[in-house]
């Protein structure tokens, strides 16, 4: 009686949309200009009911309007009365409309999903995915479609980064087309791959990853060309503006995708990355994931447990009858940190906890952001932090309930370390140590934004961001008195919680929390219930495995191995347990010694592993995420295990020591390294101390690989120069604070590169710069000013070389600093020990006299020290300089080197009367004759920087007696690079005092 469902609906010849359903009663179709109406058909279910059509006066036939939406509305009748409506709605199009009502790929699916008005698709396929064909269909047959300028069922191929397909469609009358564009895009390769031309490797090498390029993006408008992998350039270039290469500023359009470059990459002949096992082939770059899948010299998937069960501590601690477990002596106990845990829980079974509490932590892998810059607020109580720990939470009272379960305790400890996943990789923090951010506040923004406002307390104090914590932490320090003495007392109490933060950084930075055993902190938590579960289960691998590798993050080396032998000989297959017993027994005092080979084999084993599941995880459409499992500890192969990239780093060494047969060499390994670490940089969400130990694994990797090409490619300088401003300049761009290490490096990297192009004005900025920094980081220290000695002569050398060839005699304030002196003796004893020893006449007469008493040769400069002549500006013994002016201030090498700009002719970049004095007096005589003759004439002109100024400004400024010279150099700085801000305020805050009229002129500029 009340039935008023249709049995059937459609409106020929259109196809309705969704497919019919009785319960569904809206519908849409489209159908071709050719078409000029439908005939609506209709079928109660109800024999009793009625409908009735509305659109063309009850006909059932509906006239259609070309290029219009025609709404047919049905409206059916019960026998009680009851009414249902269905309403179809049919565009038709025009013959003047170019559209698509379907489009997709052979494989894979398009984000967004489609839709007509939607014109731009991506597409991410398996990094084995070599072609593709496009399936478009337009609501018209009689519409011209065309991809890439060919027919629809073309097989197109496709470039090793990015794709463009451009699927044309031209309307029936040919007055109108419309493009759909689908970029798709190949996962990178996980694989170091060498392209056979080492031209072309040199040419296309990401400066970042060492590693051909990625969907390269190169730089407008720079010369020579910049280019980097998108992942590596959109990470450096995320909240920073600024060529991450030379430090000049950013354009507003300044990002190009350049196809052109990734096609050539593309289609570069590469050797098999299987070369270390025999395999010659050779195989385009854009088809060798497919010969890494199907090689059949790749890595087996299981590991050989022979290695294991042959070796003689196996069967000494495992197959004889005297064999025993080695001592473990722990006593499980319920800390305090524990008892809290379990008063918060509520009163249900072990088992229902333990249930409840992976509940919760799947529900936290669910909720973390997907993406490196994705922004995810939380209500306040349902973050992936909070979830971790209702998760701990509960397993501490299973363990209250069943203390004797080894799975409890070992659970336990995977969420407490979860925790502090959480923190390194993602930004979260406890909600006490957060309780003023409030809810659905991102918390990782949060702990983003204060250090931004740390870094920009530090621009105004005249401190470097990346400056040594002290120096940062003093700046702060000054601000808050600043502010208190003004007045602004609320102000003053945000600096000075931002005081306390930054404290807390560099603490945890200096230090771990394992290592200091804080039970406060949640590793050293972790640690204490792994330790707990191995002494209730001492026969469990993985609770072996777990404490062996804390123990060797807490560096108890001959402990870690005993747990990790220990592991592996309970399980001679694992590969984890395998690897972490290798890199334990190299990192022993001594190394592995007699089993050196064994520990070798593990480390390159577990390696091998490691490829294989990077490689299965690039076959995938999906986007992995930091771990596989709900909790990074389960998940020890993870590509941001710091642990984990530490032990390849130990391979690498000990096979340049000794290279192995049958392994990598130790060049093939750091390249591996290099650009893993970089794709794991570029997928981090957070900026911490993780981040920071894996800049700095990539940073020495690097300079590990440029020794390498030193000792293989001595006469090769174009590419030693390469690789050496490429880790200039990763060094300048890293977020690890300046220290003496990491300035160090740089120094090496500047006098490496000077070495190979001693006469380029960059390579001499780059060193002045570097030493410029050693000096300000020394802080307080006014003994030692050698630093800022040569700070000076070095940027002074490059001022000179400006619109000379980059070639011929290096400039005498670098012959007279002692690194080169040092670096010249070494070369010349080098070639004195590789000549045959040659039997002399003892010298007679007149010439054995003038031998002992010659003068040095014309020509040749004093070696000793730095001579008075040789000194350059700033080398005189003038009055100590003036410490506490603190690093390089507002982005010490911000400026771009090498881009030339429109308004440098205008500036005078003539000498003093009194710099070109003291030149000529340290330059010999018959020097000039000789740098001349040496001069390549097709050696590039060297460019003038307002760079080289900023730096020898800063470096004038730091002692009180050259103010004049100062000014003149940030002049010089504005008139070239007005759009620099740094040298008005610099130069402004230096006037201040003395001068505060110019001071206030130069902040009106």
């Given amino acids: 009686m009340d039935d008023c469902d249709l049995e059937k609906l459609s409106a020929t010849p259109a196809k309705l949309s969704p497919k019919f359903n009785r319960n569904t009663t809206e519908y849409e179709a489209t159908v071709p200009s050719s078409v000029e109406k439908v005939k609506v058909d209709c079928l109660t279910s109800d024999t009793g009911a009625s409908y009735q059509v509305f659109g063309a006066g009850g006909e059932k036939t509906i006239p259609l309007k070309e290029g219009d939406v025609t709404e047919i509305k049905i409206e059916v009748s019960a026998e009680d009365g009851t009414t249902k409506s269905y309403i179809i709605r049919i565009k038709r199009l025009s013959a003047s409309d170019a559209s698509l009502n379907q489009l997709s790929l052979s494989c894979g699916k398009l984000d967004p999903p489609f839709a007509m008005d939607q014109?731009?698709?991506?597409?991410?396929?398996?990094?084995?995915?070599?072609?593709?064909?496009?399936?478009?269909?337009?609501?018209?047959?009689?519409?011209?479609?065309?991809?890439?300028?060919?027919?629809?069922?073309?097989?197109?191929?496709?470039?090793?980064?990015?794709?463009?397909?451009?699927?044309?469609?031209?309307?029936?009358?040919?007055?109108?087309?419309?493009?759909?564009t689908i970029t798709v895009v190949r996962k990178q390769l996980p694989w170091p791959v060498t392209l056979k031309d080492l031209t072309m490797a040199m040419k296309y090498e990401c400066p970042m990853s060492l590693s051909p390029l990625y969907i390269p993006i190169s730089i407008a408008g720079s010369d020579p060309?910049?280019?980097?992998?998108?992942?590596?350039?959109?990470?450096?270039?995320?909240?920073?503006?600024?060529?991450?290469?030379?430090?000049?500023?950013?354009?507003?359009?300044?990002?190009?995708?350049?196809?052109?470059?990734?096609?050539?990459?593309?289609?570069?002949?590469?050797?098999?990355?299987?070369?270390?096992?025999?395999?010659?082939?050779?195989?385009?770059?854009?088809?060798?994931?497919?010969?890494?899948?199907?090689?059949?010299?790749?890595?087996?998937?299981?590991?050989?447990?022979?290695?294991?069960?042959?070796s003689a501590w196996y069967k000494a601690e495992f197959e004889s009858s005297s064999a025993k477990a080695p001592d473990f002596n722990h006593t499980v106990q319920v800390r305090n940190w524990e008892k809290r845990l379990q008063h918060m829980a509520s009163g249900n079974s072990a088992d229902s906890l333990v249930i409840s509490a992976e509940e919760n932590l799947a529900s936290c892998k669910k909720k973390l952001p997907k993406k490196p810059g994705q922004t995810v607020r939380y209500v306040d109580g349902e973050s992936p932090f909070d979830d971790v720990q209702k998760a701990c939470i509960a397993l501490a009272a299973a363990i209250k309930d069943k203390s004797k379960v080894a799975s409890h305790h070992l659970k336990l400890a995977y969420a407490l370390e979860e925790k502090h996943h959480l923190s390194e990789i993602f930004g979260f923090s406890d909600k006490e140590e957060s309780a003023e951010v409030g809810a659905g506040t991102d918390v990782a923004a949060k702990e983003s934004s204060k250090l931004e406002e740390c870094q920009a307390i530090c621009r105004l104090r005249g401190v470097a961001p990346n400056a040594p914590i002290a120096l940062q932490l003093k700046a702060i320090d000054e601000e808050y008195k600043s502010l208190l003495e003004s007045g602004q007392s609320g102000r003053a109490d945000h600096v000075q919680s931002l005081y306390v933060w930054r404290s807390k950084?560099?603490?945890?930075?200096?230090?771990?929390?394992?290592?200091?055993?804080?039970?406060?902190?949640?590793?050293?938590?972790?640690?204490?219930?792994?330790?707990?579960?191995?002494?209730?289960?001492?026969?469990?691998?993985?609770?072996?495995?777990?404490?062996?590798?804390?123990?060797?993050?807490?560096?108890?080396?001959?402990?870690?191995?005993?747990?990790?032998?220990?592991?592996?000989?309970?399980?001679?297959?694992?590969?984890?347990?395998?690897?972490?017993?290798?890199?334990?027994?190299?990192q022993r005092k001594g190394g592995a010694g007699d089993r050196r080979a064994e520990a070798l084999g593990y480390l390159h084993d577990g390696l091998d592993h490691f490829l294989m599941r990077r490689?299965?995880?690039?076959?995938?459409?999906?986007?992995?995420?930091?771990?596989?499992?709900?909790?990074h500890a389960e998940d020890i192969m993870r590509p941001a295990n710091v642990q984990l990239i530490h032990a390849f780093v130990e391979l690498a060494k000990n096979l340049k020591k000794s290279p192995q047969e049958g392994m990598r060499s130790a060049k093939e390994i750091y390249h591996c390294i290099c650009l893993h670490v970089s794709m794991v940089l570029c997928s981090l969400f957070h900026k911490g101390f993780v981040f920071q130990q894996l800049e700095m694994i990539l940073l020495n990797c690097q300079y590990a690989l440029l020794e390498i090409l030193i000792e293989e490619r001595p006469n090769d300088t174009k590419w030693i120069s390469q690789r050496c401003l490429y880790l200039s300049a990763m060094i300048r761009s890293t977020t690890i604070p300046r220290n003496k290490p990491l300035l160090a490096l740089q120094e090496k990297v500047s006098q490496k590169l000077v070495s190979t192009n001693p006469c380029s004005s960059e390579s001499l900025y780059l060193l002045g710069l570097s030493q410029l920094m050693i000096y300000d980081n020394n802080g307080l220290d006014a003994k030692n000013d050698k630093p800022l000695v040569e700070a000076r002569l070095?940027?002074?050398?490059?001022?000179?070389?400006?619109?000379?060839?980059?070639?011929?005699?290096?400039?005498?304030?670098?012959?007279?600093?002692?690194?080169?002196?040092?670096?010249?003796?070494?070369?010349?004893?080098?070639?004195?020990?590789?000549?045959?020893?040659?039997?002399?006449?003892?010298?007679?007469?007149?010439?054995?006299?003038?031998?002992?008493?010659?003068?040095?040769?014309?020509?040749?400069?004093?070696?000793?020290?730095?001579?008075?002549?040789?000194?350059?500006?700033?080398?005189?013994?003038?009055?100590?300089?003036?410490?506490?002016?603190?690093?390089?201030?507002?982005?010490?090498?911000?400026?771009?080197?090498?881009?030339?700009?429109?308004?440098?002719?205008?500036?005078?970049?003539?000498?003093?009367?009194?710099?070109?004095?003291?030149?000529?007096?340290?330059?010999?005589?018959?020097?000039?004759?000789?740098?001349?003759?040496?001069?390549?004439?097709?050696?590039?002109?060297?460019?003038?920087?307002?760079?080289?100024?900023?730096?020898?400004?800063?470096?004038?400024?730091?002692?009180?007696?050259?103010?004049n010279?100062?000014?003149?150099?940030?002049?010089?700085?504005m008139k070239m690079a007005p759009e620099v801000h740094d040298s008005y305020i610099e130069l402004a805050e230096l006037l201040v005092k003395t001068d505060p009229l110019a001071a206030v002129d130069i902040y009106c500029r």
């Avoid at 060797?552 to 000989?569: F, N, P, W």
């Avoid at 076959?619 to 596989?628: D, N, R």
């Fill in 615 to 631: 490689q299965n995880e690039a076959e995938t459409e999906e986007i992995i995420l930091s771990s596989s499992s709900d909790v």
């Fill in 225 to 310: 060309k910049a280019s980097m992998s998108q992942p590596c350039i959109d990470m450096l270039t995320r909240r920073s503006k600024v060529n991450p290469l030379n430090d000049s500023l950013l354009d507003k359009d300044w990002r190009v995708i350049d196809s052109k470059l990734d096609k050539e990459i593309s289609s570069c002949v590469a050797n098999s990355v299987y070369a270390y096992k025999g395999v010659k082939d050779e195989v385009i770059f854009s088809k060798m994931a497919n010969h890494i899948k199907s090689c059949d010299k790749k890595p087996p998937a299981e590991v050989d447990s022979k290695q294991v069960t042959d």
């Fill in 794 to 963: 070095s940027l002074e050398a490059s001022l000179e070389m400006e619109g000379k060839p980059a070639s011929g005699e290096p400039p005498s304030q670098i012959k007279g600093q002692k690194w080169w002196q040092n670096k010249v003796a070494a070369e010349k004893a080098t070639q004195e020990a590789a000549q045959p020893p040659k039997s002399q006449p003892a010298a007679r007469g007149r010439g054995a006299a003038l031998a002992r008493g010659r003068a040095p040769a014309r020509g040749v400069p004093p070696t000793r020290g730095t001579a008075a002549g040789s000194r350059g500006r700033g080398a005189a013994k003038t009055a100590p300089p003036a410490r506490g002016r603190g690093a390089p201030a507002r982005g010490a090498t911000r400026g771009g080197f090498a881009a030339s700009t429109a308004s440098s002719s205008d500036v005078k970049c003539e000498k003093s009367n009194e710099q070109k004095k003291r030149a000529a007096e340290s330059t010999p005589a018959t020097a000039t004759a000789a740098s001349a003759a040496s001069v390549d004439k097709n050696a590039p002109i060297n460019r003038a920087s307002y760079q080289t100024r900023l730096a020898l400004a800063r470096a004038y400024s730091r002692t009180d007696d050259r103010i």
């Fill in 505 to 586: 950084q560099a603490v945890k930075n200096d230090l771990s929390g394992l290592q200091q055993m804080d039970e406060s902190d949640p590793l050293s938590q972790a640690y204490l219930k792994y330790m707990d579960a191995l002494a209730i289960d001492q026969n469990n691998y993985i609770c072996n495995l777990h404490v062996g590798r804390m123990m060797l993050q807490r560096e108890e080396y001959d402990e870690a191995v005993k747990r990790l032998q220990q592991a592996v000989g309970l399980k001679p297959g694992n590969v984890e347990s395998r690897l972490f017993l290798g890199f334990a027994l190299c």
């Fill in 965 to 973: 010279e100062v000014r003149e150099k940030y002049e010089e700085v």
């Fill in 119 to 180: 014109d731009e698709y991506t597409c991410i396929l398996p990094c084995s995915v070599e072609s593709v064909t496009v399936k478009p269909v337009a609501p018209d047959k009689k519409c011209v479609i065309v991809v890439a300028g060919s027919e629809p069922d073309f097989l197109m191929p496709l470039q090793l980064g990015e794709t463009k397909i451009i699927t044309r469609v031209s309307s029936v009358d040919g007055t109108n087309t419309k493009d759909y």
